[in-house]
């Protein structure tokens, strides 16, 4: 966007560089800011999914090389466990998590940066889908003549302007919202592969429930 403008640098589940040019919009300022050498800023949701994925891997290996199953009803419990651990995965990737502006202004993110973050700006990084998005939110203090109005916001994925919030004895108001977003090829790929291992868990579970009926089935 003409407002934003950077580069991120994510590897894995870190983000290892971010250098950001923020124009403000009244001022036509130009603020930058960047990530600290020594910091790397950890995405929640890919360290989330990854544990899924390797808990639906534990449920799948844990047992004897030479193990037989021994019911269809055993397996269906099995892939229902899987299935589950694969779809709270691609659901951490889809689903970022709601969050309020005080949770935001609070967090260590805002300590990432160098120099610091005005007072009058938040940055938050979060996944959704196969983006990585940054949202940067502008600020203005409340003067006490004209809080009487004052109704702080909710949690939510993005505050729109107009979000009121209470932060370190002083109220605030969002002014201006940039939101910039860039594809990642490798998350495209996991949610790919989600799509496609639960397909086969559940075509699976189809099989075994056909065989289980004709099982069951008595004839007269």
Not at 72 to 86: I, P, Y
Not at 100 to 125: H, K, Y
């Amino acid at each position: 966007m003409d407002q934003v403008k950077g580069v991120l640098t994510l590897q894995g589940d870190a983000l290892s560089q971010a250098d950001v040019n923020l124009k403000m919009p009244r001022s036509n300022q130009l603020l930058h800011f960047a990530f600290r050498e020594d910091k790397q800023w950890k995405l929640q949701q890919i360290q989330d999914a990854r544990n899924h994925v390797n808990q639906a891997i534990y449920l799948l290996m844990n047992r004897d090389v030479n193990y037989h199953f021994k019911t269809g009803s055993e397996v269906l419990k099995l892939m229902d466990a899987v299935m589950l651990q694969l779809s709270r995965a691609r659901n951490r990737l889809t689903t970022p998590a709601t969050l309020t502006l005080p949770e935001i202004a609070s967090s260590g993110l805002t300590r990432m940066f160098t120099p610091a973050l005005p007072p009058d700006i938040l940055v938050n990084f979060y996944i959704n889908l196969n983006k990585l998005c940054l949202t940067v939110y502008q600020l203005h203090v409340l003067q006490p003549s004209t809080t009487k109005n004052f109704k702080p916001a909710g949690g939510s994925i993005l505050h729109n302007p107009g979000a009121m919030f209470e932060f370190g004895n002083q109220r605030y108001e969002v002014s201006h919202v940039h939101k910039v977003e860039c594809v990642v090829p490798w998350l495209n790929d996991a949610l790919v592969f989600f799509t496609v291992s639960l397909q086969l868990c559940q075509q699976l579970k189809d099989k075994i429930s056909v065989f289980s009926s004709y099982w069951n089935y008595k004839p007269y």
